[in-house]
């Protein structure tokens, strides 16, 4: 059974996670076939949206800790994730991606869905960053994605705490943009991305930069990107009025 199903519905590519039988733990024949579905949806002219999801009853309860420190050496386990690199492939996409997470969403699945641009959660997810109880990092950007989200204090209290958040309360706390049933999340999932497939691709491309980019920079230069950005496409729209 493939780790990762891929399938197009018109511009929508969706992924989706498929070991449910561990809950979808992540391990080497994931993050392999993860790879191949990313870079398909990134190279596809045709894909205008990504929707990741996980079959079964979790979204993704995190890695599979039967393979934890079953690599050679930490030397070949690096040059494995530089030639993979799933979680840059993930955040560069230039195309709209949508996290729509049910049931665990547990460490590196819960970093999973803070590194889509969108998450949308049926109301049974649940979310946690449990690593330091594991005596490890947060490795899947969870450390810098938690704090752009939450602001530095609540990010060290999930990172440090391993605390368990229900799908209001991560709403609540700006993770989540909406919580549907479990029933509706697809449905949702999918009326989001064709929402979202309408929008020109450099126009959300382009959007995407000044939100993000604007972060890590001072307040006058981000001003000054975002009206850059912002003229390019009043011009755009006018040379073709």
């Known amino acids: 059974m493939p780790a990762v199903l ?46 990741l999801r996980g079959n079964g009853p979790a979204f993704c309860s995190g890695g599979d800790v039967r393979e ?3 690599a050679p050496s930490p030397v070949v386990a690096r040059a494995v994730r530089f030639q993979r690199d799933v979680w840059g492939t993930l955040k560069a996409l230039s ?8 049931g665990y969403a547990v460490g590196s699945g819960f970093e999973m869905a803070m590194l889509c641009d969108l998450c949308i959660a049926a109301n049974d997810a649940r979310f ?3 690593e330091t ?41 700006g993770l989540i943009m909406r ?23 450099g126009l959300f491309t382009d959007t995407k ?5 604007g972060l890590d920079l001072p307040l006058p230069a981000a001003l000054n990107l975002e009206a850059r950005l912002s003229r390019r496409w009043r011009s755009r729209n006018h040379a073709t009025n």
């Not at 549907?180 to 697809?186: A, C, G, N």
């Open 128 to 130: 946690a960053l449990p």
């Open 95 to 102: 195309k709209p991606t949508i996290a729509a997470v049910h």
């Open 179 to 201: 919580v549907v049933s479990r029933d509706q999340l697809e449905s949702e999932a999918l009326a989001l991305a064709r929402r979202l497939a309408a929008i020109e691709s």
């Open 209 to 213: 930069r000044a939100v993000t980019d």
């Open 6 to 51: 891929y399938e197009l519905d018109g511009p929508v590519a969706t992924i989706s996670l498929n070991r449910p039988e561990v809950l979808n733990a992540y391990n080497v024949a994931m993050r392999d076939a993860l790879f191949g579905a990313l870079t398909a949806a990134r190279d596809d002219p045709t894909v205008r949206v990504v929707v």
């Open 68 to 70: 934890f420190g079953s």
């Open 133 to 173: 109880g594991m005596a490890m990092i947060p490795g899947v950007a969870g450390t810098q994605t938690a704090t752009r989200l939450l602001g530095v204090g609540r990010a060290l209290d999930l990172v440090l705490t391993g605390c368990a958040l229900g799908a209001d309360e991560a709403r609540a706390m």
